[in-house]
């Protein structure tokens, strides 16, 4: 629900946004368009850098639901706006509910998960994140023909909130948590209703070992000492290299590239992106327990340089149009389902399970806020660069960007499949930096 949010939150203004502009009066401005879809990045940003503080002291579970009053409260103001401040306030408010829940969904799921399907249970993130781009987007054709469908379409949006509130009631709260609370009684009793009972007595050592021999309270200055520094330039690498390999400029100029081979409906266009993406990240869930993080990872790299280039060669080579435009399509199409094979799911799976119990939360808050800036600095320049240097040498950049992440995954990612969370901890703390096999 929490990652459905977030996708139905990216397309939720793909269709509307000139009607908003209409009715709250800041029509033919681009600056206050693109403020209205960016300031959700702004308050992402907040969400990530405090996202760590609210799940060490309130725990995940109880955590899901705290910021769910912000999503809820946050879609009924842009719902009800009637001016462009109020739909600014909602938006910001949605975004820091959404920051806080990017980090916080896939640490909680490698926390509770049995090792076995961590991974495929991992991917959830991103197949919920495409079943709300692909709701929003399949819920915003009415649009088109009323100016007004906007509000109806936020109110929706408050309803997966409330279903986060009432749903978490009934979920249970991250062991490794109530372990580093102190709290090891109710800490085994989640393990035995969720793990298998021959490894319930074996993980619970693991925990308790792991919480006694680091029995203080994590602080973010740990980030800058062996190991914790390690795996925090890890998470911040992959998520920098994640978006200037360019997936959102990707994104954006998709509607265009169609547009050239006849698809003039940008929501029609989005939302063939959108199953792409889906049945990508479906084959992901399939393959992360069997084939590994690591493995996938370099793949989907190598899949999107190979798709950049295709779309470069294109473009850039003298070819009967009709022969470019399908290269562009299945260059777009190819990009797309690679990254929903490895870049996208396995980020976001094994930074929290490279990092230790006392440092997940801030490695993956500083992880994420990495990856909110990037994707702003993306979205603000994408355009700017196309126009000055064309789109072959802009999607040749992506290309080599997502090579040189292919070379960085080979040489500095460690695999996790199969591995609990305390193995991955203590291989990590006898490690030496370099190349982990």
């Not at 926390?111 to 076995?116: D, F, R, S, W």
């Not at 994140?129 to 649009?143: D, F, K, N, R, V």
């Not at 800490?187 to 209703?193: D, L």
């Amino acid at each position: 629900m929490a990652n459905f949010l977030f996708g139905y939150h990216i397309g939720v203004m793909n269709g509307p946004i000139e009607d908003i502009a209409t009715e709250l009066g800041f029509q033919g401005n681009p600056f206050l368009q693109g403020l209205v879809v960016s300031i959700f990045i702004v308050g992402a940003f907040f969400g990530s850098l405090g996202s760590s503080a609210l799940v060490d002291k309130f725990g995940c579970k109880r955590t899901l639901q705290i910021v769910s009053i912000p999503l809820i409260i946050g879609a009924l103001l842009s719902a009800q706006a009637d001016s462009l401040d109020e739909m600014l306030l909602g938006r910001f408010l949605v975004g820091i509910g959404i920051g806080v829940n990017t980090v916080l969904v896939p640490l909680y799921i490698s926390e509770v998960a049995p090792t076995k399907y961590r991974g495929t249970l991992g991917t959830l993130c991103q197949i919920g994140t495409c079943l709300g781009i692909i709701a929003a987007l399949s819920l915003g054709i009415p649009s088109e023909s009323d100016p007004h469908w906007w509000r109806t379409m936020l109110y929706a949006a408050c309803v997966p909130g409330v279903l986060i509130v009432a749903g978490m009631q009934f979920a249970v709260e991250s062991p490794r948590w109530l372990a580093k609370v102190g709290r090891f009684d109710d800490a085994k009793k989640v393990v035995e209703s969720l793990w298998e009972p021959s490894e319930v007595e074996k993980s619970m050592e693991e925990i308790k070992a792991v919480v006694v021999n680091d029995d203080s309270r994590g602080s973010w200055s740990d980030l800058l000492v062996e190991p914790h520094n390690r795996v925090a330039l890890i998470g911040g690498s992959l998520f920098f290299l994640q978006q200037f390999a360019g997936i959102n400029g990707v994104l954006y100029f998709s509607s265009l590239t169609f547009r050239d081979v006849g698809i003039t409906s940008g929501a029609l266009a989005s939302l063939y992106v959108g199953i792409t993406n889906f049945g990508g990240a479906l084959v992901a869930s399939n393959l992360m327990d069997k084939q590994g993080r690591k493995k996938l990872l370099i793949g989907s790299y190598l899949g999107m340089a190979f798709a950049m280039f295709l779309i470069v060669y294109g473009i850039s080579f003298p070819l009967d149009e009709g022969v470019a435009h399908s290269l562009s399509i299945a260059g777009t199409l190819l990009y797309i389902f690679t990254f929903a094979l490895g870049a996208g799911p396995v980020t976001g799976i094994i930074i929290p399970e490279l990092s230790s119990a006392r440092t997940r939360s801030k490695v993956m808050g500083f992880s994420f806020t990495v990856h909110w800036i990037c994707n702003f600095l993306v979205g603000l320049y994408f355009l700017e660069l196309v126009n000055k240097f064309g789109v072959g040498a802009v999607y040749a950049g992506f290309g080599a960007v997502s090579l040189l992440t292919a070379v960085f995954a080979y040489n500095f990612i460690v695999e996790t499949k199969g591995r609990s969370l305390e193995e991955i901890e203590m291989s990590l703390n006898t490690a030496t930096p370099g190349k982990q096999e």
